[in-house]
C-alpha cells in the first residue's frame, strides 16, 4: 500500500512539474494566444540590484523573438549569408542543431540596417513554422530540425520593409500575410503538408500579424496595411473595417481583442475600439470611443484589468487608457522608443524598449510606478524577450542572452 501511495505520489509530483514547464512555454508572438501575457513569472519580495547573466551565444542577426517549447528554445536568424533555424538547450545555450532554410535576401534601402529575419516562428504539435525576410515559407521538425515543407512562390514581392508578420496555426492550417502592396494575401496551408488550402487575395501585406478572435474560435483578425480584416478560419472574408495611416506611417500593430471589441491603433491614427456584432448573417462594427491624442508606431498595446498599456508613437512614453471610455488616466513624462515590447506578467508588467533597458512597473491606472530596470543589452533590440519563471531572455542585434532574476 504504502509504495503504491509513494508511486501516485511520485506521478502527481511529475504532473505538476511537467505543467509548470508546459505553462512556460511560449509557441509563437506574443506568447501563446498572442495577448502578451506570461504565465508562471513569480514577483520578487526584493528586486535584486542587477541582473545574473547565466549565459550568452553570438546566435545570428536578426529581429524574430526565441519561442521556447519542452525547454528548447527555437531562433530564427541569420548566419553569413544563410538565414537559419537554431534550436538551443535554453538551460545552457548550448546548440541541439542547425538548419540553413534558404540564402539570405539582399536587403536594401531602408531597411538595410536589419538584414536578419524579424518574423518570430510557430511552434505547434513538434514542428516550427518560419517567413524568411524574402517571403519563403518554411515548416520543420522540432526535434531534429529536418525540413518538412517548403513554399517559395511568395518571394516575388514583399513589403516596404521586408516580411515582419508572423505565422498562427489554427485547426492543422498555417496562416500567414504574404506579398506586399500590390499582391497581398492572407493565405492558409496546410500544416502537415504545406497544400495551400485557401487564400484571400487583394489585401495589401503589412508588419502586423493575425490573431484568434478570443470569442469567436472561427474568426481570424488580420491588420493589412490598409484594413482591419475579419477572416474565417475557411478563408472567407467576414468583413473589412478601413485604418488608413497618415504620410510615411504603416500599420504595424498586431490587432489587440477584448472579447468582442478590437482595439486599432497606430502613430498619426491615434487609438480607437471598435465592437464586433453579428446580426443574421451580417457582421456590423460599432465605434465605441477614438482617443486621437494616443496611439502607437512599432509596438503592440497590452490590455490588463481593463486598461490599456502602450508606447506612444514618437517618443516612446509610456501611457494609460480606459478600455471603456478611451480616456488617457497617464503617460509618463520619461521618452523610451517607440520600438518596444509589453508583457503581462501578473502582478508587474515588462517593457522592453530597443534601448536595452528593461523596465518592470505596476499595472496601476491611477499613476506610472517603475518597480525596476536593468541593462540586458549593448546592441539596440527589436525582438521581444522570452519570459519564463526567472529567467529571461532577450535576442539583441546579434546576440541571445539569458538572464536571471535571482
Excluded at 508562471?40 to 541582473?51: C, I
Excluded at 516550427?128 to 516575388?156: M, Q
Excluded at 473595417?241 to 477584448?258: D, E, G, K, L, Y
Aim: aromatic share 8%; charged share 20%.
Amino acid at each position: 500500500m504504502k509504495k503504491l501511495i509513494l508511486s501516485m505520489l511520485v506521478i502527481a509530483i511529475a504532473i505538476i512539474l511537467a505543467g509548470s514547464v508546459t505553462a512556460q512555454d511560449c509557441c509563437g508572438w506574443r506568447g501563446n494566444e498572442r495577448d502578451g501575457k506570461v504565465s508562471g513569472f513569480v514577483k520578487p519580495v526584493v528586486w535584486p540590484a542587477q541582473l545574473t547573466k547565466v549565459w550568452q551565444s553570438n546566435a545570428g542577426l536578426g529581429d524574430a523573438s526565441p519561442v521556447m517549447a519542452d525547454g528548447k528554445l527555437f531562433l530564427h536568424v541569420k548566419q553569413d549569408s544563410s538565414e537559419v533555424m537554431l534550436c538551443m538547450d535554453a538551460a545552457t545555450g548550448k546548440e541541439i542543431w542547425h538548419t540553413n532554410l534558404n540564402p539570405s535576401p539582399n536587403i536594401n534601402g531602408p531597411a538595410m540596417g536589419h538584414p536578419g529575419p524579424r518574423s518570430t516562428p510557430f511552434y505547434a504539435k513538434d514542428k516550427l513554422y518560419s517567413l524568411g525576410t524574402g517571403g519563403v515559407v518554411s515548416c520543420l521538425d522540432a526535434k531534429t530540425g529536418k525540413i518538412i515543407w517548403k513554399n517559395e512562390a511568395f518571394t516575388g514581392e514583399v513589403p516596404q520593409f521586408y516580411t515582419a508578420s508572423s505565422p498562427l496555426v489554427v485547426e492543422d492550417k498555417c496562416i500567414m500575410q504574404l506579398g506586399g502592396r500590390e499582391h497581398g494575401c492572407v493565405v492558409a496551408f496546410d500544416a502537415l503538408t504545406g497544400h495551400e488550402m485557401w487564400r484571400v487575395e487583394g489585401q495589401p501585406s503589412t508588419y502586423s500579424s493575425p490573431i484568434l478572435s478570443p470569442n469567436d474560435k472561427q474568426m481570424l483578425l488580420v491588420q493589412s496595411e490598409t484594413d482591419l480584416l475579419g477572416i474565417s478560419t475557411n478563408g472567407t472574408l467576414l468583413w473589412k473595417i478601413p485604418t488608413p495611416t497618415q504620410r510615411m506611417f504603416n500599420n504595424a500593430v498586431t490587432p489587440v481583442a477584448h472579447g468582442m471589441d478590437v482595439i486599432v491603433t497606430g502613430q498619426g491614427s491615434g487609438t480607437k475600439m471598435v465592437h464586433l456584432q453579428k446580426e443574421a448573417d451580417q457582421w456590423i462594427n460599432n465605434l465605441l470611443w477614438d482617443n486621437n491624442e494616443l496611439g502607437v508606431s512599432f509596438n503592440t498595446p497590452l490590455v490588463k484589468n481593463g486598461y490599456l498599456y502602450g508606447n506612444e508613437a514618437k517618443s516612446g512614453n509610456l501611457f494609460c487608457l480606459d478600455v471603456k471610455t478611451g480616456e488617457k488616466k497617464w503617460m509618463d513624462a520619461t521618452a523610451l522608443n517607440r520600438f518596444a515590447s509589453l508583457q503581462d506578467l501578473g502582478e508587474v508588467v515588462a517593457c522592453l524598449p530597443s534601448t536595452g533597458q528593461l523596465i518592470f512597473f505596476s499595472p496601476s491606472q491611477t499613476v506610472y510606478t517603475e518597480l525596476a530596470k536593468y541593462k540586458v543589452a549593448d546592441t539596440e533590440v527589436y525582438a521581444h524577450p522570452l519570459i519564463a519563471g526567472d529567467r529571461i531572455y532577450v535576442k539583441d542585434k546579434e546576440s541571445l542572452t539569458c538572464w536571471s532574476l535571482k
